[in-house]
């Protein structure tokens, strides 16, 4: 099946900096979502982005399909901000409903 | 905005019991799922449900797990005989489309304890 990997696994930063979260995959992919995991354990859904660029906010996120990776970029940390930050992706494989492969996830600690 | 919505939020039980997780996906969605993420790992897909019937399934989703959506609007997961190693969040997630080309929305989880 298709790997997820994201880099780097931990990242420890100081409230108003800014990161760098990246996703590689190894295959062609027809969805990818970004979310945030919350302390409580909620997922947070932050963008659907199976290619092209999007804005929320402090919050961006770049998909180049055809270099399989996409790119989350955090703006002036917040300390709310901290948490794991999972990219999800799915190859369609023509059959039913395939669920999302997540990778492993980017631990992200905001201090004050 | 639209929510699924899971119940209960934090489920306890005995080593070999049965246990049903409930979901309320969005209402005009029509692909279900549940994943699963044992603590400290990533999140695994499950299984995958549409027009009453399971779509796809991973190697996890054996014959402990079944999943049926006994009405209109609740979609459930029952683990038939738990094991210490079901102990995780549970969160399901409903799609308007199956075929990817959707986001998929997640519930809060629920949180399953086996002792």
């Known amino acids: 099946g298709i790997q997820v990997e994201q880099s780097p696994p931990d990242l420890i930063l100081q409230e108003g900096a800014n990161s760098t979260l990246r996703c590689n995959f190894s295959d062609s992919v027809n969805n990818l979502q970004w979310f945030h995991q919350n302390p409580w354990g909620q997922l947070i859904n932050l963008f659907y982005i199976p290619s092209g660029t999007k804005q929320n906010g402090r919050l961006s996120a770049t998909t180049v399909a055809t270099e399989r990776y996409s790119l989350l970029y955090i703006s002036s940390s917040q300390t709310t901000d901290s948490g794991v930050y999972f990219c999800a992706v799915v190859r369609y494989s023509g059959g039913g409903a395939d669920g999302l492969t997540f990778g492993k996830g980017t631990h992200l600690i905001i201090q004050p | 905005e639209p929510e699924v919505t899971q119940t209960p939020s934090h489920q306890v039980t005995q080593m070999g019991q049965e246990v049903i997780l409930r979901c309320v996906p969005i209402?005009?969605?029509?692909?279900f799922y549940w994943y699963r993420q044992i603590l400290g790992q990533k999140v695994e897909f499950l299984v995958s449900?549409?027009?009453?019937?399971?779509?796809?399934k991973s190697e996890i989703f054996d014959d402990q797990f079944s999943v049926e959506r006994p009405d209109g609007s609740n979609f459930t997961l029952k683990i038939r005989s738990t094991k210490l190693e079901d102990s995780a969040m549970y969160f399901c997630?409903?799609?308007?489309?199956?075929?990817?080309?959707?986001?998929?929305?997640f519930g809060d989880g629920t949180r399953l304890s086996i002792l």
């Open positions: 997630a409903s799609s308007w489309e199956g075929t990817s080309n959707q986001p998929q929305h």
């Open positions: 449900f549409y027009n009453n019937e399971i779509s796809e």
């Open positions: 209402s005009n969605h029509l692909y």
